[in-house]
């Protein structure tokens, strides 16, 4: 897969979720959640024949359909268009899982195409002068002279004429705006290449506004790149300041001197408008201004002095670019099932349960140890464990239907880039968000303390805390919340970008992590069995109580709290742990 916080939410009326009784029915389904089933289904999904179930390979495909199956005998009802047809298709059950029989599987399947893209070695710069009759050119290369950014993957060819606009920020709330001349005048950037240096004004002076809490965005190249989009520029040039002493590119930049070796992925149907920036050499900032009767020094210490602009127009010269990728397009698919709720009204409205089942297959993409690529990477903890969590759940929730409808989702494309989650959130919700109640998410929940487990999803709702706290009061793990940044890094993040309230089931990285040592002889299963169980009742009491969990993101003060916590009940246990193995 891809600063957690505990407090107890005051001044909210306390809101009964209990289901206290679990109906015969419902009990039978907790009880089907059996340890046995998950090592077997583990013992398939992360075994070598499936070569670590990359995106887009006839391994992850294998997965998709063995997943379908699980889906089938348990009833769950397929999703797409076949589903009419689908259910009479005995062959399901009869042949064996060779992609040849796939299309066999359509009904559970929501395929989409990723789009593959990696740099080519067609890439140039160039800085064309023009003076009198005369004209020269002179040519960069790209790791040594230039390196290059650019989010829209999008072949590109310019030549334009430049201008410089200081250190390309905007803050008109505090009186700023380097696309203005020393006349304060709006200086057109329009179809033209902005130059703007790294960094922002006074960096070294720790009064100034730009060194207080705006400072990641003033530092960010994507944030300056937006502003120029914004005005209609065609690409930034990023240079270094004068002012600092700064390494050359490729160690500064040092992530994208292998832009080459690196596969990107992205969905196209989200494809949005980019520029390109390209972060350009000292020798090439140096011919840039050479003979234009500017100092480059000066017009900086002037900006950092007055934080007064002084953008200009750069005459006679002009850039020329060209960037080129190599593209592809991967076949993939989420695999969904879906039960229908019990109650007339409330079946309107459901609950997400997802998983994402595919890993980094043989390590080209994703992997901790470059060295390791070529190794299957066969991801049992991640996520092999948290989708046959859900496969579990699948099973159990068929045996007594909640009064609101469940859609399990088997997610591909996770390892990619949350890309799976994202088609779904983004481009094909099957069921509408605005009835879409809540989403539970299980990844990686196989490893480390087998009492401790990590919630994520709680900074961004009131109840989230109290209902899952509610079911475990059957299962008995110490919840804790600090997952930091992973509140977003798993398939939960898009259905939390729509407000939808999420609860994510996450036992913690390891050293495996992303490894080819992620193997099932390092698995607890039991505490993949308790997990599993946990997530159940609490979809149950999602699932079949009027009140629902509600979207809302906590204040820095609640999740501090929060975190600070779950840190020190993290600590004590540890410590108590390491207490007891010593003794």
Known sequence: MIKLIAIIILFIPPVCFSQAVLSTEQQTGFESISSEEIFSNISFLASDSLKGRATGSDENLIAGMFIARKFYEYGLEPINSTASKYPHKEELLNESLDIKNSNIYNGYFQKFNLKKSSLSNRNYLSINEKRNETEKTINYDFGIDFLLQYNSAKNIKVTAPLVFVGYGIVDEANGYNDYKN???????????????????????????????????????????????????????????????????????????????????????????????????????????????????????????????????????????????????????QNVLGFIEGS?????????????????????????????????????????????????????????????????????????????????????????????????????????????????????????????????????????????????????????????????????????????PGDDIEKLDIKKIEKVSKLAYLTGRIIGDTKIYPKYRALSMDEKTALVKESLERQRKIRIETEKTTIN
Not at 188 to 203: F, T
Not at 211 to 234: D, F
Not at 443 to 465: H, Q, S, T, V
């Open 182 to 332: 020393s006349d304060g005048f709006i200086i057109d950037v329009r179809n033209k290449i902005v130059v703007i240096v790294d960094g922002y004004p006074q960096e070294n002076d720790t009064t100034s506004i730009f060194n207080k809490k705006r400072k990641a965005a003033y530092i960010n190249p994507r944030t300056k790149s937006e502003a120029a989009l914004e005005r209609g520029a065609l690409a930034v040039i990023l240079i270094s300041s004068p002012i600092k002493t700064d390494p050359p590119i490729s160690i500064k930049y040092e992530k994208l001197t292998n832009s080459f070796e690196r596969e990107f992925f992205h969905l196209p149907e989200l494809e949005r408008e980019s520029l390109p920036v390209i972060y350009a050499s000292k020798s090439f900032t140096s011919e840039l201004f050479n003979n234009t009767g500017i100092k480059l020094l000066e017009k900086i210490k002037h900006i950092d002095s007055t934080l007064t602009p002084a953008s200009f127009t750069i005459e006679n010269k002009s850039v020329s670019f060209e960037i080129n990728f190599d593209q592809s397009l991967v076949p993939t």
């Open 343 to 515: 109650d007339p009204e409330l079946k309107e409205e459901v609950v997400v349960i997802g998983a994402h089942y595919d890993h980094i297959g043989l390590g080209n993409y994703g992997a901790m140890d470059s060295s390791q690529k070529g190794e299957i990477h066969n991801g049992a903890d991640d996520n092999a464990s948290g989708t046959c969590g859900l496969i579990e759940l699948a099973e159990a929730f068929s045996k007594a239907k909640p009064k609101r409808s469940v859609l399990f989702i088997a997610f591909s494309a996770e390892e990619n880039g949350i890309l799976g989650s994202r088609y779904y959130a983004y481009v094909q919700p099957v069921k509408p968000l605005d009835k879409t109640v809540a989403m539970l998410n299980l990844d990686m929940i196989g490893r480390n303390e087998p009492e401790l487990l990590w919630i994520g999803g709680a900074f961004y709702g009131d109840d989230i805390k109290s209902i899952v706290e509610e079911a475990n009061e059957n299962i008995g793990f110490e919840l804790l919340y600090n997952v930091g940044l992973l509140n977003f890094a798993s398939d939960q993040g898009p259905f939390l970008k729509k407000e939808i309230p999420s609860i994510f089931f996450f036992a913690g990285l390891h050293d495996d992590y992303h490894t």
